[in-house]
């Protein structure tokens, strides 16, 4: 497995977990988080391999058209750049130091 696609699949997955069902939080979270084989989530959850195959690569299509619509995890590295761009620049700037530590607080709730 590429490790390109995990990275992108595991962040996804952090921003739109809630929208998944049950199953497909499992899967995902055990193959691409836990690194579970096709087999090993087959007889966890005693289906067919191919059913865990057909289940992932239908979430991983979700995940995709979610961040098509939403743009949640694009937002979030363009505002990470927008902010490491600011302390770079501003470092003794402690009114921006503070705002972009709070803006920061609050993607990491997420």
């Known amino acids: 497995m590429e490790i390109e696609k ?5 962040a996804l997955f952090e921003f739109y977990a809630a929208l998944l069902t049950d199953k ?19 007889e966890e959850f ?17 995940l995709e058209d979610y961040e ?3 743009h949640m995890y694009s937002d ?14 501003y470092p003794d700037d402690a009114f ?3 705002k972009i530590s709070i803006l920061s607080s609050i993607d990491n709730q997420s």
């Open 24 to 42: 497909q939080m499992h899967y995902i979270e055990l193959y691409y988080a836990d690194d579970y084989s096709l087999a090993e989530i087959a």
């Open 68 to 70: 098509m619509k939403l």
């Open 96 to 98: 921006l130091q503070e």
């Open 76 to 89: 979030y590295i363009v505002r990470d750049e927008i902010f490491t761009e600011i302390q770079e620049r």
């Open 46 to 62: 005693k289906v067919s391999r191919q059913a865990v195959y057909d289940n992932i690569k239908r979430t991983e299509k979700i």
């Open 6 to 10: 995990t990275n992108r699949m595991n």
